[in-house]
T-cell receptor, first 114, second 112 residues
Framework: GAGVSQSPSNKVTEKGKDVELRCDPISGHTALYWYRQSLGQGLEFLIY????????KSGLPSDRFSAERTGGSVSTLTIQRTQQEDSAVYLC????????????FGPGTRLLVL | QQQVKQSPQSLIVQKGGISIINCAYE??????FPWYQQFPGKGPALLIAIRPDVSEKKEGRFTISFNKSAKQFSLHIMDSQPGDSATYFCAAMGSNTGKLIFGQGTTLQVKP
């Protein structure tokens, strides 16, 4: 596709439920990133995949958060046992390579935990 | 060490005026400094970026000024237009990592 796509665009869930957020990066981009945008915390890095290297998980806020990238393309961010403080916009980005390259962002998934 | 501080939090400018947003960083390992523009309901989009080997970069009405010794960089929007009304984020990235560290954002309103 022309840009990074994310689904769903909006997700409402109940506290304690698990959610999966999907990201389709730009074709040919080897690096993929997840960020979280919330009113109180701004834009926070979560996790970074680069090719076949081990992902940089240093931004994941708790062990309830995990992500995988299958076949070097699509990525899924999973939040287990959601809490109200998980409510935020989850943004995915991709870049042609990794370090120092322009990151192109998707429109985000707006998650609301009731 | 990882922080990027951005100011002001909000800015109101008249059409045709100059908008100036400032950022400061702490980590001297940062070597890539992009600015992103975000409209409501959309993801951030790269506006312009600079590396520390130059002190200024201009693209159309947008200019980044970079002061390596002061660890500061700023975005100047010349001839500001109502269509520039958006949230602007500065960011920084180190040479050995792909993750962007973002400033808190500046909401710009350009009045017609």
């Amino acid at each position: 596709g022309a840009g990074v796509s994310q689904s769903p665009s909006n997700k409402v869930t109940e506290k304690g439920k698990d959610v999966e957020l999907r990201c389709d990066p730009i074709s040919g981009h080897t690096a993929l990133y997840w960020y979280r945008q919330s009113l109180g915390q701004g834009l926070e890095f979560l996790i970074y995949f680069q090719g076949n290297s081990a992902p940089d998980k240093s931004g994941l806020p708790s062990d309830r958060f995990s992500a995988e990238r299958t076949g070097g393309s699509v990525s899924t961010l999973t939040i287990q046992r959601t809490q109200q403080e998980d409510s935020a916009v989850y943004l995915c980005a991709s870049s042609l390579a990794g370090v120092g390259e322009t990151q192109y962002f998707g429109p985000g998934t707006r998650l609301l935990v009731l | 060490q990882q922080q990027v501080k951005q100011s002001p939090q909000s800015l109101i400018v008249q059409k045709g005026g100059i908008s100036i947003i400032n950022c400061a960083y702490e980590n001297t390992a940062f070597d890539y400094f992009p600015w992103y523009q975000q409209f409501p309901g959309k993801g951030p989009a790269l506006l312009i970026a600079i590396r520390p080997d130059v002190s200024e970069k201009k693209e159309g009405r947008f200019t980044i000024s970079f002061n390596k010794s002061a660890k500061q960089f700023s975005l100047h929007i010349m001839d500001s237009q109502p269509g520039d009304s958006a949230t602007y984020f500065c960011a920084a990235m180190g040479s050995n990592t792909g993750k962007l560290i973002f400033g808190q954002g500046t909401t710009l309103q350009v009045k017609p």
